[in-house]
């Protein structure tokens, strides 16, 4: 067995080989790395303003997506997209601590939000969400100066495509 850590998130995934993506975060398998190699790279950042207010704002919408996605896993009566954004929820909420952990925050609020019972505006509202992080995720990418948080970004850009791609092929499913 071998122990891998996320560059992004932190976290240790023990397993026989790397898997595809992080099970916590969701960033693709090139962030995972041997445990032996890893190094905490959240934890006491030099920001520049600009860099902390991208933060505060990701990590409300991180924490207004987990909500979401915590809510559907509830209401959802179809078990495969009721984990699905019972995963997703997950994923999300390690994000939040990501963008808490490099702001410094000791402690953040749970936030509650509503959420359909139409499987269809459910999916719907989900793109538009993902989306959403992703144009703002981009430009973050562009503006901030600290490679750091360019490194996060950009992989969170691929793990929100991921939720879009995937919330796009279950919409083509649903009936009407």
């Not at 122990?3 to 975060?25: D, L, M, T, V």
């Not at 991208?54 to 997506?65: F, G, H, P, R, S």
């Not at 981009?138 to 996060?152: L, S």
Request: hydrophobic content about 35%; aromatic content about 10%.
């Amino acid at each position: 067995m071998k122990i891998f850590r996320c560059q992004i998130c932190g976290e240790a995934y023990i397993g026989n080989s790397k898997p595809s993506h992080c099970p916590y975060c969701g960033a693709h398998d090139n962030f995972l790395i041997l445990a032996s190699e890893w190094k905490e790279e959240n934890i006491g950042l030099e920001l520049s303003q600009n860099s902390k207010e991208y933060l505060q704002k990701a990590l409300k919408l991180e924490l207004d997506n987990a909500a979401f996605y915590k809510c559907i896993s509830k209401t959802v009566t179809d078990p495969e997209i009721s984990g699905m954004f019972k995963f997703l929820g997950k994923v999300e909420a390690e994000h939040a601590s990501v963008f808490k952990k490099m702001l410094g925050l000791k402690k953040i609020d749970v936030v509650e939000t509503e959420c359909f019972t139409d499987i269809k505006k459910d999916l719907e509202e989900s793109s538009f969400r993902e989306n959403r992080a992703i144009n703002f995720y981009r430009e973050v990418v562009q503006k901030a100066p600290e490679k750091r948080i360019k490194t996060v970004f950009a992989a969170l850009i691929q793990i929100e495509t991921d939720h879009f791609n995937l919330a796009q092929e279950k919409l083509k499913n649903v009936k009407e």
